[in-house]
Nanobody, 132 residues
């Protein structure tokens, strides 16, 4: 089991920025594909951004150019820098690790074409609210 803990959510106005952090309990080859997901009320969970061990990253079309995923291997931490936030970015944000081939598959297709993996150890999430 891989435990994750998300931090950094909050309430901002449209156009603002937030940086989410996720501390991963186990860090290594087995957890190499990691990512951020979000779920808005009444909607399914969707992929936002994923990053593989070689730092190859894939973004959802809706956030490309505004969000940046990164990781600090020395700190076992995954980040999501969110700029130019929009009200439609309002959601609970979750991070996940050990996603197996998910990074590879979404790189070849897209995040919108792939549902989040089923066998994921989700954290409690962090709420992001963007007001207009």
């Amino acid at each position: 089991q891989v435990n994750v803990a998300e931090f950094g959510g909050g309430s901002v106005q449209a156009g603002g920025s937030l940086r989410l952090s996720c501390v991963v309990s186990e860090y290594g080859y087995s957890t190499s594909c990691m990512g951020w997901f979000r779920q808005a009320p009444g909607k399914e969970r969707e992929g936002v951004a994923v990053i593989d061990s070689d730092d190859t990253s894939t973004y959802a079309y809706s956030v490309k150019g505004r969000f940046t995923i990164s990781k600090d291997d020395a700190k076992n931490t995954l980040y999501l820098q969110m700029n130019s936030l929009k009200p439609e970015d309002t959601a609970m944000y979750y991070c996940a690790a050990a996603l197996g081939r998910y990074c590879y598959v979404t790189y070849l297709t897209s995040l919108s074409a792939q549902k989040p993996p089923n066998d994921v150890d989700w954290g409690q999430g962090t709420q992001v609210t963007v007001s207009s």
